[in-house]
């Protein structure tokens, strides 16, 4: 099968994600093509299922990926698709946190249109090291307000790599049945 996998990335997570499963696709050997939505990705009208994921920040996906959804709408609803969401509040475990999640992912495609046939939730990361003073500050704030690590000198990955992996066959396997 065809697959073309879309992503927006912030801090790179996403990115990470990705490619993890490109290669999960690529060892089921599947034909997989992968693009970051500010890279001119191809349209998916050659493939024959989609995959496009985008990162939460300040309550809002990448507006490239929104842009790309909106692009190529009346295709992305005629193939099989599914969309992975990127955020750290999924890893607190909070039910009132993976709510929100859960409604910021449900008013986006209610906004796009785009009706995927599989979403997921996936953890994302922390990364300390990577952020400003205050960007730093602000996330070790939010961090210790939910239970989570608190130590700035390290970052802190929470993707839980078997979850993806089981989500991305299951899409496989569904997508190749109804192609």
């Known amino acids: 099968m ?13 990115r990470k994600i990705a490619h993890f499963m490109e290669a999960v696709l690529k060892n089921a050997r599947h034909q997989v093509t992968i693009a970051d939505t500010t890279a001119d990705p191809p349209s998916p009208k050659e493939y024959n299922a989609i995959l496009i ?3 939460i920040h300040v309550h809002k996906y990448q ?23 990127v955020s750290l509040a999924v890893a607190s475990g909070l039910e009132e946190e993976n709510q929100e999640v859960q ?10 249109g785009w009706k995927p046939m599989m979403t997921t939730q996936i953890a994302g990361a922390l990364k300390y090291t990577e952020y400003d003073y205050f960007k730093r500050l602000i996330m070790k704030i939010i961090s210790k307000k939910q239970g989570g690590a608190t130590d700035t000198s390290q ?18 396997n569904k997508a190749s049945q109804k192609s």
């Open 63 to 85: 507006t490239a990926v929104k842009h790309y959804i909106k692009k190529y709408l009346a295709e992305l609803n005629q193939i099989p698709s599914a969309f992975f969401s």
């Open 155 to 172: 970052d802190y990955e929470y993707t839980n790599w078997d979850d993806v992996t089981k989500f991305t066959n299951n899409f496989a």
């Open 103 to 112: 409604k910021i992912t449900n008013d986006f495609l209610e906004q796009t």
């Open 2 to 14: 065809k697959l073309l996998i879309i992503y927006g990335t912030t801090e790179g997570q996403t």
């Open 53 to 55: 994921g985008s990162s």
